[in-house]
Nanobody, 123 residues
């Protein structure tokens, strides 16, 4: 069983910063792509940022230059440093990871999601 546990959400004023963390626990062989998504009320879940095993990153246009995604492979953790926050960044943020699990004779790649953490930016 694999779990992704998020932390770091909260309430912040516009222009402020927050750092989200997401740690993976369980029987993990390896973690491939990790990412952050968000879902605002009444909207679809959208990609925020991803980071690959070689540390290459990809950002949504709306957060480029303000958010930084990083990972600590030794700790099975992915981070999202958010700066210059805007009210439109308000959403529930979810981490996602593609994780290799299972016995050596049948390794599977599965996608896992965190429970979500609320980020609220006041104007």
């Amino acid at each position: 069983q694999v779990q992704l546990v998020e932390s770091g959400g909260g309430l912040v004023q516009a222009g402020g910063s927050l750092r989200l963390s997401c740690a993976a626990f369980g029987r993990i062989r390896n973690i491939d792509v990790q990412g952050w998504y968000r879902q605002a009320p009444g909207k679809q879940r959208e990609l925020v940022a991803t980071v690959s095993t070689d540390a290459s990153t990809n950002y949504a246009h709306s957060v480029k230059g303000r958010f930084t995604i990083s990972r600590d492979n030794a700790e099975n953790t992915v981070y999202l440093q958010m700066s210059s926050l805007k009210p439109e960044d308000t959403a529930v943020y979810y981490c996602n990871a593609e994780i290799l699990v299972g016995p050596i004779e049948q390794v599977l790649r599965r996608a896992y999601w965190g429970q979500g953490t609320q980020v609220t930016v006041s104007s």
